[in-house]
């Protein structure tokens, strides 16, 4: 498979992790190893990857044993993947805004076992904020939590929000105690070429983004 998109970031060379494209096969990732699906609601839950008879009610899995990897699909929500810096567990999270706001982030980072510190994050492709318009009940929900959110949003000629999913998601990180954090940058909504995005079109597939072992 050659359309995804590799993160960048310090990990070690056993890690392979990125996001498919809209061109690429939806259940084909360069890593060895069986994706753990799940039936993601936009919520906080976190489970280990693993053999499961239907995919679990969640949005983000940590590292379980070592056949199983972590994925997660979206199509203009964000993608954080995380990573220990000796490459001894990994993580995908599904985070849009009412997932973010919830604490999804923060529940994967308390599902794994290493250090806070020790974890890298890198942020794969989601909507960015000139394209993200909401409404005042998303914006409130996050300054419940930090009133340092109110950097993320800006104030629109129609009365509503232009909200900043990648930098409510570096503040979540940063609390959480992550200070490597990668990757941003992307907009599905205006990459038609290369990303699906739910808003632009609502009858429209997903990106998967994964973290696993490399295949050999």
């Not at 997660?72 to 220990?84: E, I």
């Not at 318009?133 to 914006?139: I, L």
Request: hydrophobic share 40%; with cysteine.
């Amino acid at each position: 498979m050659t359309d995804w998109i590799a993160a960048e970031w310090p990990v070690p060379a056993n890690i392979a992790a990125g996001t498919t494209l809209r061109t690429s096969a939806a259940n084909e990732v360069p890593v060895s190893g069986k994706p753990c699906w799940l039936n993601q609601v936009h919520g906080a839950s976190v489970v280990v990857a693993g053999d499961y008879d239907e995919p679990p009610e969640a949005d983000a899995s940590v590292k379980g044993s070592d056949p199983f990897l972590c994925v997660v699909r979206t199509a203009d929500c964000l993608p954080v993947l995380m990573c220990s810096k000796d490459g001894g567990e990994f993580a995908a999270a599904h985070a849009g805004w009412r997932g973010l706001a919830a604490g999804v982030l923060e529940n994967t980072v308390d599902k794994l076992k290493a250090d806070p510190g020790d974890l890298l994050a890198w942020l794969g492709p989601a909507i960015s904020q000139p394209a993200f318009e909401v409404g005042d009940e998303v914006r409130a929900a996050f300054l419940a939590v930090n009133e340092q959110a109110d950097v993320c949003f800006e104030a629109n000629r129609r009365g509503r929000w232009q909200a900043d999913l990648y930098g409510l998601a570096r503040q979540r990180l940063h609390r959480a105690g992550i200070k490597s954090i990668y990757g941003g940058g992307f907009c599905t909504h205006t990459d038609s070429d290369r990303f699906f995005s739910f808003r632009r079109n609502s009858d429209c597939g997903r990106m998967t983004s994964f973290v696993g072992l490399k295949a050999p």
